[in-house]
């Protein structure tokens, strides 16, 4: 008798139930949405900052352009793994007995989990990828997608001192950040992510440590809570993913994000992105479904239990202006 967790309404129900993956700051940031359709399209919004016009009573109202400044389509970009359990493997997963039965539930269920971590780690890589580079192109591993979502030069800055220079004036640096972004969007510049590099970078510099109190520090040192500066939270994160494709020899661990870079964002107004989850590919998949598919089937010669997974996805970007990445050294 195969296990419950094979059966494909408990396997769906599995990854549904699944939680984001401890620590995914970019999935548990951007809300994800659901697109039945086969290319996704929206438009790119700047948040104008124009004021009404006078007018008189009984004359026609002033019509006002349609907000936005252009549209973006592509497609999905999919991905679709399996795991094998070998002849051995499933003549033990069919030992009878209360005790077999939990812990070969238990062993099925961690190798699937390792699927749905790969995926995880695969939007994570994508997010990112919005987020930080504000476009990239995905040829090395074999998709011919590129795309760019359009966040003007003047919210990637460089600053004018790099702050591992002693002398580097951070307030300015955060005063300009935010000018930036309020004066482009009409919202407010509330965080600042870097990796541990980075962030330690920005805490260990003279004039920060002269600003911040006893009772900050001992917070820093003793809690990890790290205190907000300029009105702008910091926040550090320093996961990441191993290459294994730019080059294959020398497989090689990348931060999500660089040093020396961080991402900002601003808040209020209208949704600022979004992860949509576009329709099921395999034909297996119940007509409409969108998200991520899983199913399962056996193979007779050799003996042999299949377990895959698909997502097809992508990021959107509706509020390019509600970033800034600066370069900070």
């Known amino acids: 008798m195969d296990l419950a967790i094979l059966e494909p309404r408990v396997l769906n129900g599995v990854i549904q139930r699944m939680p984001p993956a401890d620590g995914q ?11 039945p359709d086969s290319y ?13 016009r006078p007018s008189t009573p009984n004359s026609p109202a002033t019509i006002i352009d349609q907000n936005g400044i252009g549209k973006i389509r592509g497609s999905f970009v999919y991905t679709r793994e399996k795991k094998v359990f070998s002849p051995t493997v499933l003549r033990w997963l069919r030992e009878p007995g209360q005790f077999a039965r939990p812990n070969a539930e238990a062993a099925v269920l961690r190798e699937f989990q390792e699927l749905v971590a790969r995926i995880d780690r695969w939007e994570e890589f994508l997010i990112w990828k ?17 795309i760019n979502y359009n966040v003007d030069p003047s919210h990637k800055p460089t600053v004018s001192t790099y702050w591992t220079d002693p002398t580097a004036n951070l307030v300015t640096d955060f005063q300009d950040f935010k000018r930036i972004v309020s004066r482009d969007s009409d919202a407010r510049l509330t965080r600042l992510v870097g990796n541990g590099i980075t962030v330690e970078t920005f805490y260990r510099h003279m004039q920060v440590q002269a600003m911040l109190s006893d009772d900050q520090k001992r917070a820093m040192v003793t809690e ?9 939270a ?6 990441g ?8 020899a020398t497989p090689t661990f990348v931060t999500y994000i660089p040093d020396g870079y961080m991402t900002g964002i601003a808040e209020g107004g ?32 050799p003996s042999q239990r299949q377990v895959l997974i698909e997502s097809n ?3 959107v970007l509706y509020q390019p202006d509600h970033l800034l990445i600066p370069r900070v050294f």
């Open 25 to 35: 700051k970019g999935r548990q940031m951007v809300p994800r949405q659901s697109w």
């Open 313 to 315: 996805g992508f990021p």
């Open 270 to 301: 209208p949704q600022t992105f979004a992860y949509l989850d576009g329709p099921a590919a395999d034909d297996e998949a119940p007509i409409g479904h969108t998200g991520r598919f899983a199913k399962t089937w056996k193979e007779k010669d």
């Open 241 to 248: 993913y191993v290459d294994d494709f730019t080059t294959p």
């Open 40 to 52: 996704w399209e929206y438009d790119i919004v700047s948040r104008r900052r124009h004021i009404a």
């Open 130 to 146: 919005m987020l930080v580079a504000t476009s990239f192109n995905l040829s090395a591993l074999g998709q011919n997608i590129a």
């Open 234 to 239: 910091i926040e550090e994160y320093d996961r």
């Open 224 to 232: 990890g809570k790290l205190p907000v500066f300029q009105q702008v």
